[in-house]
C-alpha cells in the first residue's frame, strides 16, 4: 500500500507535536508571561479547534472505513468457514486477554494494599453517572435501523450489518458481475483518505496535547499517586508481557519486532483516547508493516477495537480496589472473581471513545455495592490514565490480529520481519 504515499517521518514528527504541545500548554498553565487575550485566543482558536478538528477527521473516516474494508475483506474470503474460525479465535483472545488483564490488576492491588493507606473522606463529589445496560449493549449488535447505526456509529451494529452485507456480496459475485471488486477499490479509495489524514497528525496531537496541558497542567500525577503509579505499572506490564507471550507462543513471531511496528498505533491511541478513532491507523499498520493479510485485519481490527479492553480491564479491577480499600471495604475470594467475571464483560461492553471505562466502572460498583462516590476521585486522575489504557487497548488489537493471523496461515511473516 506503499504506493497509496504513505506521511513520511509520521512517528518522529508525531512525537515533536506531543512534545511542543506540552511545552506550550505548560507555558500557559504555569506561567504569565503570555497576555491573557492571546493565551485565550491561541488555547481556543488554535489548541482546541484544532484538537476537535483533528479528531472530528479521524472519527469521520471511522465508519465508512470499518464497512468498506469488512465488506471488502468478507465477501472476498474464498471460504466462508473461515470467517466462523477467524471470530471465533477473536473472542477466545480478547476473553482470555482481558481475563488476565483484570486478575493481574486484583493481584497487584492485594500485594500493595491499594487505597488502605488513603484518608481522604470519599464523598462531595457530585458527578453525574449514566447507567449502560448489558441488555442494551448486546441489543445493540442488531440495529433496528441501518441509517441510524450508521449515525449513532453503533460499531458492534455497522460490524454486524457489514459482515451479513459482505456475506451476501461474496455468495452473490456471479450474478453481479463481481461487486467484491468494486468494494475493495472503495477501500483502497478510503484508505487513501485515512492517509491524507494522518499527513496533519503531527499538528492534531500537538493541539490535542496543548489544550489538555493548558488546562490542566502537570501536576495531574500529585494526588492519588499510588493509584496512578500501580495502574501504570500494571498497564505496561501487561501490554509488554501478556501480549509478548501470546505473540511468541501462540504466533510464533518476535514480539521485538511487533513492539518496533506498534508506535504509531500506541501514540494515536494516546492522543484521541479513543480506539475507535484509532482504528484507521491500527488497519494500515497491520497490514501494511505487519503483514496481516487484509480479510483477517477487516474483521478483527474493528471487532477489536469495540470489544478488546485490556487497559479498560486493567483500570476496573484496580479501580475497584481502590475504593474498596478507600471504604475500609475489604474483598474476599468470591468478590474477587465475580469483579473478574464483571470486568471482562463490561470492558467488552465499554464503547472504545475517551472516559468510556469510568462509566462501565459503574457497574462494578453497584454490582458489589460498592460508594459510587469513589469515581469523583479517580476522575480527577482519569484524563491521563484515559490516554495510557487506550494505548494498552488498541496494542492489544494488533496483537489479536496478528495472533489470528498467523494461526489462519494469513500472515505475511517476511513483511511481518522486515525492517
Ligand atoms: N478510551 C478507551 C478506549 O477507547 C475506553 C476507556 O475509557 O477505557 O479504548
Not at 488513603?118 to 433496528?144: E, H, R
Not at 508481557?241 to 514480539?255: D, E, M, Q, T, Y
Request: hydrophobic residues 55%.
Amino acid at each position: 500500500m506503499s504506493e497509496l504515499g504513505a506521511p513520511k517521518n509520521l512517528t518522529r514528527n508525531v512525537l515533536w507535536g506531543m512534545f511542543l504541545g506540552f511545552a506550550v500548554g505548560s507555558t500557559f498553565f504555569y506561567t504569565s508571561f503570555v497576555p491573557d487575550f492571546f493565551e485565550k485566543i491561541v488555547t481556543e482558536f488554535v489548541l482546541n479547534l484544532g484538537g476537535d478538528i483533528f479528531k472530528n477527521l479521524l472519527k469521520l473516516i471511522v465508519v465508512p472505513l470499518v464497512f468498506f474494508s469488512l465488506v471488502a475483506g468478507i465477501s472476498s474470503v474464498s471460504d466462508m468457514m473461515k470467517l466462523g474460525n477467524i471470530a471465533l479465535k477473536t473472542i477466545l483472545l480478547v476473553v482470555v486477554s482481558t481475563a488476565i488483564a483484570v486478575s493481574m490488576a486484583l493481584f497487584f492491588g492485594w500485594m500493595v494494599d491499594l487505597g488502605s493507606g488513603y484518608q481522604a473522606a470519599a464523598g462531595n463529589f457530585d458527578i453525574a453517572i449514566p447507567q449502560v445496560s448489558f441488555y442494551d449493549t448486546l441489543l445493540n449488535i442488531f440495529p433496528n435501523n441501518l441509517f441510524g447505526a450508521f449515525v449513532e456509529n453503533n460499531m458492534l451494529g455497522i460490524v454486524f450489518f457489514s459482515i451479513l452485507f459482505g456475506i451476501a456480496v461474496n455468495s452473490t459475485d456471479h450474478l453481479t458481475g463481481n461487486l467484491s471488486k468494486a468494494f475493495e477499490k472503495l477501500n483502497t479509495v478510503f484508505l487513501k483518505i485515512v492517509l491524507m489524514i494522518m499527513g496533519f497528525a503531527p499538528i492534531g496531537v500537538f493541539c490535542l496535547i496543548g489544550a489538555y496541558t493548558a488546562s490542566k497542567g502537570l501536576d495531574i500525577f500529585g494526588d492519588l499517586a499510588q493509584y496512578v503509579l500501580l495502574l501504570i505499572f500494571v498497564l505496561v506490564l501487561h501490554m509488554l508481557l501478556v501480549n509478548s507471550l501470546f505473540l511468541k507462543f501462540i504466533a510464533g513471531v518476535s514480539p521485538v519486532t511487533f513492539f518496533r511496528k506498534i508506535k504509531d498505533v500506541l501514540l494515536f491511541g494516546f492522543s484521541t483516547s479513543s480506539s475507535a478513532a484509532t482504528i484507521p491507523v491500527t488497519l494500515k499498520t497491520v497490514t501494511e508493516d505487519m503483514g496481516v493479510k487484509k480479510d483477517v485485519a477487516s474483521f478483527v481490527i474493528p471487532v477489536g477495537a469495540t470489544i478488546n479492553m485490556n487497559g479498560t480491564a486493567i483500570l476496573q479491577g484496580l479501580a475497584t480496589f481502590f475504593i474498596a480499600g478507600i471504604s475500609g471495604i475489604e474483598l474476599g475470594m468470591g468478590q474477587y472473581i465475580q469483579i473478574i467475571f464483571l470486568a471482562v464483560i463490561t470492558a467488552i461492553g465499554t464503547a472504545a471513545v475517551p472516559s468510556a471505562g469510568i462509566i462501565t466502572l459503574t457497574i462494578i460498583l453497584n454490582q458489589l455495592g460498592l460508594p459510587l462516590e469513589g469515581i469523583g476521585l479517580i476522575l480527577a486522575v482519569d484524563r491521563i490514565l484515559d490516554m495510557l489504557r487506550t494505548s494498552v487497548n488498541v496494542c492489544g488489537d494488533a496483537a489479536v490480529a496478528v495472533i489470528v493471523a498467523a494461526t489462519e496461515d494469513e500472515l505475511d511473516r517476511d513483511k511481518f520481519n522486515a525492517l
